[in-house]
């Protein structure tokens, strides 16, 4: 694979990893509906997805 075609794939890893980190601290909630986030003081209250731009 060229470098320039290895440099364009860990892009899109990194974009990947950036998406799956805000849904598992922001949205993704436990079962008494408490994110990361919550617990850090980093939010008010759980995020729904169509909130996110």
Same mark, same amino acid.
């Not at 986030?37 to 995020?47: K, Q």
């Given at each position: 694979?060229?470098?320039? #075609?290895?440099?364009?794939? =860990?892009?899109?890893? $990194? ?5 799956? &980190? ?5 949205? #993704?909630?436990?079962?008494? =509906?408490?994110?990361? $986030? ?5 939010? &008010? ?9």
């Amino acid at each position: 694979m060229p470098p320039r #075609e290895r440099s364009r794939a =860990w892009l899109w890893v $990194a974009r990947y990893l950036e998406i799956f &980190r805000v849904y598992t601290t922001y949205i #993704e909630t436990d079962a008494k =509906w408490v994110t990361p $986030a919550l617990r850090f003081g980093l939010a &008010r209250g759980p995020i729904k997805v169509e909130d996110i731009r």
